[in-house]
């Protein structure tokens, strides 16, 4: 048996970066699906950009994913990419929808007609589960998304499961609740707190404003979590699994160990800022992951507030290097 080769989409991302590394590290020869753009942003997979084999084409066009199946011939693919971030996805809807939610489709079709012999893992979100109907949230709790991106998240890990069990493909589905790490974009709230405090530590800023710090998350180390995508593919029947911490934080958690990571009393910087506040905000997430230890062995490795810690330093760096 050959090189195993996988394809990511989404590589550019914080997940698909971490993944692309990971899959290196196992010797799979890494192809990466990027969408044509005039601008690229390659900065997540800089470090690996040599390693890794790019390829362009689009969850949109069918078409294109059915061209680089043919080419490369992935044993496994790895669908990461959609419109992830949460408010866009209300002045996005339909692009939302279309990505998130049709462009499954069309990566499940494309392996379908190319080579249904192709291990499948698709991206689900704890997003799904939205307005909570138990907690924790297992593989069977009731979906209720409050998003146009958790509505599209539903879509995409159903269309999963309609095609392993219609067409007896190899297609799974990790329900990731969040995820961070210092290579997560600006707007999510983690990253937003952490390059926020680099700012003030090194006096640069003032304030962070914020919106709603009672929120709560169950939030883990994105580095972990990607191990977990690779070890379903591994398994030897498909299915659908929770990847989470079991433990929830706040917001004002988050805020307090980042602060006090170097030395600052949050509450005399912090101020609250209405136009963060989400129109239908999620309440209690917090996922059970018993079901991923038990069948794949799979846990978290890293703490909340290590990857706090890990992420403030992250910044800190960037901004200093930046000001060299």
């Not at 994913?65 to 992830?84: C, D």
Request: aromatic fraction near 10%; proline fraction near 4%.
């Amino acid at each position: 048996m050959g090189q195993r080769v996988a394809l990511v989409t989404g590589v550019t991302g914080q997940d698909g970066s971490y993944l692309a590394e990971f899959l290196l590290s196992k010797g799979y020869r890494v192809v990466g699906m990027v969408r044509r753009s005039s601008s690229e942003n390659f900065e997540r997979i800089q470090h690996i950009k040599n390693d890794i084999e790019l390829c362009q084409g689009d969850l949109l066009d069918q078409s294109s994913l059915a061209a680089i199946l043919k080419k490369y011939r992935p044993s496994e693919v790895y669908n990461l990419a959609a419109q992830s971030f949460v408010p866009t996805s209300w002045e996005q809807p339909v692009l939302t929808g279309e990505f998130t939610a049709l462009g499954v489709t069309k990566m499940l079709e494309a392996i379908r007609t190319v080579d249904p012999g192709i291990k499948f893992y698709q991206a689900s979100s704890s997003e799904m589960f939205g307005k909570v109907r138990e907690t924790p949230q297992t593989e069977l709790t009731p979906f209720y998304p409050r998003s146009p991106y958790g509505v599209a998240k539903v879509y995409g890990h159903y269309i999963t499961v309609n095609y392993r069990e219609s067409y007896d493909l190899f297609a799974c589905s990790g329900i990731l609740f969040n995820h961070e790490s210092p290579r997560r974009g600006l707007e999510f709230v983690t990253r937003k707190v952490t390059d926020g405090v680099a700012r003030i530590h090194l006096g640069l800023a003032e304030s962070l404003p914020m919106g709603n710090l009672d929120a709560r998350r169950d939030w883990g180390f994105a580095g972990d979590y990607v191990k977990a995508m690779w070890m379903m593919l591994q398994h030897d029947t498909p299915d659908d699994f929770v990847v989470s911490t079991g433990t929830s934080n706040s917001v004002e958690d988050l805020v307090r160990i980042a602060f006090s990571h170097v030395d600052l009393d949050f509450t005399k910087h912090v101020t609250l800022d209405e136009r963060f506040i989400r129109p239908a905000e999620v309440d209690t997430l917090i996922g059970d992951y018993k079901k991923a230890k038990d069948v794949l062995g799979w846990e978290p490795e890293v703490s909340f507030e290590e990857m706090v810690k890990m992420m403030v330093d992250a910044d800190i760096a960037r901004y200093k290097e930046m000001s060299r």
